[in-house]
């Protein structure tokens, strides 16, 4: 089991926060630790605001780790295509070039970025 230390000055930030921020994931995470802050048990939690065990041990790992702060942040993973950094050099050459079919292009693409 997890121990979330909450401290005084926070709990008016998670209340204010819970309905205020401007990001529905930071909302949870802060109304989380807001009803922690008010003795709700986490399956009790978990229940109110719709979430599994794991994501509210999450939310208090965060808040351990670096506090409001760290709950504030919103990082979600954006893979990007082996191609976004030849992306100039396409729109460059296409624009000067422009090709007669897509399978002229696909191959010229191939051509210019080894993909």
């Known amino acids: 089991m997890i121990k979330v230390h909450i401290k005084e000055e926070d709990k008016q930030i998670f209340a204010k926060e819970w309905y205020d921020h401007q990001h529905p994931r930071v909302r949870q995470r802060m109304g989380a630790l807001h009803l922690k802050s008010k003795g709700r048990t986490n399956p009790d939690i978990c229940d109110i605001l719709g979430i599994c065990e794991n994501a509210l041990l999450g939310y208090f790992k965060m808040y351990n780790a ?38 002229v292009a696909a191959a010229k693409i191939k051509e210019l970025t080894g993909l």
């Open 66 to 103: 670096g506090g409001v702060e760290k709950l504030r942040e919103v990082n979600f993973y954006k893979p990007q295509s082996e191609m976004e950094e030849y992306s100039a050099v396409i729109k460059q050459y296409f624009t000067e070039n422009p090709p007669s079919s897509i399978s």
